[in-house]
């Protein structure tokens, strides 16, 4: 629980997708403004882009955090610090990537009793991801809040046609600004 005298949160938006031509950091910058415009929290954007986190280096199991190796254990102390986190992905194939479950099954312990804010973007707006995401969120012992937002890209700007978030997703600020409403009432109240 947070007190008067406490520093403001420290949030973490991880950046889902680190495909080449990705729309994830114009979204993951739009979600940042209007986290910073909603909340007095600290935010820290994510790009998995800069954590080389290689699939299944660690020769432990996560849930007992001895990590082999510094980018591992970097990851580790990232995560630790953050007071709450972000997801920022979009949805492929029905599912999020690789990249992302990757970044979560590095650690365990880290994640545990952290709230999280879930938000997807493609064709579909990326409900299906954003459901099974909250699944391995909660089996890392995360909460997520209840609202995600889902945010449906044009087939336009699935094939790479400029994003100009503030007019595009102007449907879904409001929806944006009580999800992160109920990242920080979950901070208040530490669940």
Not at 174 to 179: F, G, H, I, L
């Amino acid at each position: 629980m947070l007190t008067p005298e406490s520093d403001p949160p420290a949030v973490l938006v991880i950046m889902g997708s680190v495909r080449a031509g990705r729309a994830c950091p114009t979204i993951a910058g739009w979600v940042l403004d209007i986290a910073r415009a909603s909340s007095a929290m600290s935010y820290e954007l994510i790009d998995l882009r800069d954590w080389a986190l290689p699939m299944d280096d660690e020769p432990g199991i996560p849930a007992r955090g001895v990590y082999a190796n510094g980018h591992t254990r970097a990851w580790s102390e990232k995560i630790a610090h953050a007071d709450a986190v972000v997801f920022v992905t979009p949805q492929y194939n029905w599912g999020y990537p690789a990249v992302l479950k990757n970044a979560i099954d590095h650690l365990y312990k880290e994640w545990h009793g952290k709230p999280a804010m879930i938000v997807t973007y493609g064709g579909h707006g990326g409900t299906k991801c954003a459901a099974q995401l909250q699944q391995i969120a909660e089996a890392v012992k995360l909460h997520p809040v209840a609202t995600m937002p889902a945010i449906t890209l044009t087939e336009a700007m699935i094939g790479g046609s400029a994003i100009e978030p503030q007019a595009d997703f102007a449907v879904h600020v409001e929806e944006m600004r009580k999800a992160f409403a109920e990242l920080s009432g979950a901070l208040q109240t530490g669940s």
